[in-house]
Structure formats: structure tokens, C-alpha cells
């Protein structure tokens, strides 16, 4: 049983560079996010998806897309890379229901140079 | 908006010694409200969890009562244990108008070191 399953584990850029931070669950949950923790701070959301085809952004969008064409994945794109960005990404998923927690992937710890 | 707020950190004790995380948060609506624990180099595992006021979540010999009164979640612990070092994370999922999408507001975590 997998659960939420992040990949990369580890990653550097170089400022400008793009990249995709891929997320599948096989739980068969409609909602996924994508938060990122910074040092010392909460995690703070980025996008969600409540279904395939349908997102909608979160507290930090900037700087990030996301697209939803299957209810398994929900990849994370990052156009141009700037050091703002260095960060820990965490994708979660859930069940559709009003008290239903998240569950959580290992995360994506991404460094920008 | 909503907000969560836990206990300025890093906490550490000595193993046995009682745990209390406190924690607060401000809402629109009637949230259901989350403790998360991040073992290091791992993601979130629910903790335990509330959804409605009075309620006790309770697992792994942990505890918080959703006081709405007071609004706070304060997680406690009777007697922690070296495998209990993580950061803990507060979070509540807003349910007004079942238009939240379960989306959580966390609190900036507190990080607890049991020594032997």
C-alpha cells in the first residue's frame, strides 16, 4: 500500500531552470495539494484539486502550475526557478468528506542555486 | 482568515516528563482541528484529530480536547518517550459552507527533543 508517492527525493536547480515535481496516490482520493514548508514555518498551501481536470490555487501560487488529468497524479511544474523557491514540497491526498484528514507524501526537498 | 497558533519552541525534556503543546486558532466557521507529527526526514501522519467541540482526540498516548470556548487544541502527553522527537504541527480544516475543500491551516510546528 504506497499511499502518497513524491519524486524526486532531492533535487538542485539553477536559477531559471524549470522542473516538475511528480505526486501520485493510489488511494483513489479526488482531493490532492501541494504545500511547501520553509524552514521554521507552517507548511503553506500552493494548489489543490478537488477532481480531474479541476484546480485552483492556494495561498502561494506563484511562481508554480499544476494540472490534474488523472485522479492519481498531480504533478507540480516550476517554469523559472528562483531562490525564493528553495523550500520542502509536501503533496497530500484525501478522501471527499467533510472530517477526512490528508495523508501525506515523504516530500520533495528542492534547492535553487 | 483563519489562523493557527502553537506554543513558541523548540521544547525538550527528559524522558517521562509530562508534554503539553499549546495550541489556538481563529475561524470563520466550525473546523475540525489536527495534530500532526513529522518524524525527520519523513512527511505528516495524523496525529489525532477533533470534529466538533468537547471532543478528545487521543492516539499513541497522546491527547487534545477541542475547546471552543477557549479555542485551543492543546496536545498532551503523560509521559513522553525518546521515539516521541519530532515536530508537531497544529492544523485546522475550516467546514463553512462546505466550500473549504479540506484545505488545513497549520501552525509553524514545535519541534520536541526527548533525552534518555
Known amino acids: 500500500n504506497a499511499g502518497v508517492t513524491q519524486t524526486p527525493k532531492f533535487r538542485i536547480l539553477k536559477i531559471g531552470q524549470s522542473m516538475t515535481l511528480q505526486c501520485t496516490q493510489d488511494?483513489?482520493?479526488?482531493?490532492m495539494y501541494w504545500y511547501r514548508q520553509d524552514p521554521g514555518m507552517g507548511l503553506k498551501l500552493i494548489y489543490y484539486?478537488?477532481?480531474?481536470?479541476?484546480?485552483d490555487k492556494g495561498e502561494v501560487p506563484n511562481g508554480y502550475n499544476v494540472s490534474r488529468s488523472t485522479t492519481e497524479d498531480f504533478p507540480l511544474r516550476l517554469e523559472l526557478a528562483a531562490p525564493s523557491q528553495t523550500s520542502v514540497y509536501f503533496c497530500?491526498?484525501?478522501?471527499?468528506?467533510?472530517?477526512?484528514?490528508?495523508?501525506f507524501g515523504d516530500g520533495t526537498r528542492l534547492s535553487i542555486l | 482568515g483563519d489562523s493557527v497558533t502553537q506554543m513558541e519552541g523548540p521544547v525538550t525534556l527528559s524522558e517521562e516528563a509530562f508534554l503539553t503543546i499549546n495550541c489556538t486558532y481563529t475561524?470563520?466557521?466550525?473546523?475540525?482541528l489536527f495534530w500532526y507529527v513529522q518524524y525527520p526526514g519523513e512527511g505528516l501522519q495524523l496525529l489525532l484529530k477533533?470534529?466538533?467541540?468537547?471532543d478528545k482526540g487521543s492516539n499513541k498516548g497522546f491527547e487534545a480536547t477541542y475547546r471552543k470556548e477557549t479555542t485551543s487544541f492543546h496536545l498532551e502527553k503523560g509521559s513522553v518517550q525518546v521515539s516521541d522527537s519530532a515536530v508537531y504541527f497544529c492544523?485546522?480544516?475550516?467546514?463553512?459552507?462546505?466550500?473549504?475543500?479540506?484545505?488545513?491551516?497549520f501552525g509553524q510546528g514545535t519541534i520536541l527533543t526527548v533525552h534518555p
Open positions: 497530500a491526498s484525501r478522501l471527499q468528506g467533510k472530517y477526512q484528514p490528508q495523508h
Open positions: 488511494m483513489n482520493h479526488n482531493y
Open positions: 484539486s478537488v477532481g480531474a481536470g479541476i484546480t
Open positions: 475561524a470563520t466557521g466550525y473546523p475540525s
Open positions: 477533533a470534529t466538533k467541540a468537547d
Open positions: 492544523a485546522l480544516s475550516d467546514n463553512a459552507g462546505g466550500t473549504s475543500y479540506g484545505k488545513l491551516t
